[in-house]
């Protein structure tokens, strides 16, 4: 259980630190404009697309290509959240003030949960209405909030994104540096992109198995493992870098 006292200080750092709050407004922002980009693209690749091909338009996957560069965002404020405080050498006083590094672990951990969610609800959201709606616009077939696909992104999309801030939170742990953890995070999240020319072999398990590309492809509806699998491996894959992280944080000193 997290206590109130350390969750209530780490509050008062993040809304005191700019890059946080900047970079929560831009990924709300920066998602949005990326629904309206994408929209319009997949309306002007639907007005090439011959009749059978339009059969296989998904209006939901075109319009919400942006999701694969908020997932960036939201790990980067994840790794501010802790590396911020090596950056100016405040780690010990918050160490001092808690007292037990399991406790001030588990209050960043639990402010990371409070803060990505809401942005992740509002940039999700965002995107979604601006990008099915102009496809709408375009005359381009799209998806009502009650499709069972769109609510599935609406709903769990978020809590994915949560938890690639979290992810983020591990490496800033992991890594004490917000260059060395962001630079480490926009790799590790890239890989499915990176590896699109690779063997057939390694494309197909990075695309079956990468952590964050089972997530993505479970919201889809393309994964070719169960959803509650695809998911689970996700969570799992996160829940194993925060005990990485608590070990580390525990051995070395502040």
Known sequence: MIETGPLRAEWTKFASIRATMV?????????????WLFGNAAATEYAELTARERLDFQ??????????????LLAALGVLIVSSEYGSGTMRASLSAVGRRGRLLAAKAGLTVLTALPVSVAALWLMYTISQVTLAANGVPYLMPGDP?????????????????????ALGFLLRSTASAVNAGTAFLLVPVLATPSPAPVRDFIQSFWPNTTAFRALSGTSELPPLVAFGLFVAFVAVLMIAAFVHFKQRDA
């Open 23 to 35: 970079l929560s407004l831009v990924t709300v922002a920066v998602s949005g404009a990326f629904g």
């Open 59 to 72: 209006p939901l996957d075109m319009g919400m290509r942006g999701v694969f560069i908020a997932q960036l």
């Open 149 to 169: 696909a769109a609510l599935r992104m609406l709903l769990l999309g978020p809590v994915v994104l949560t938890l690639l801030a979290v992810f983020g939170l």
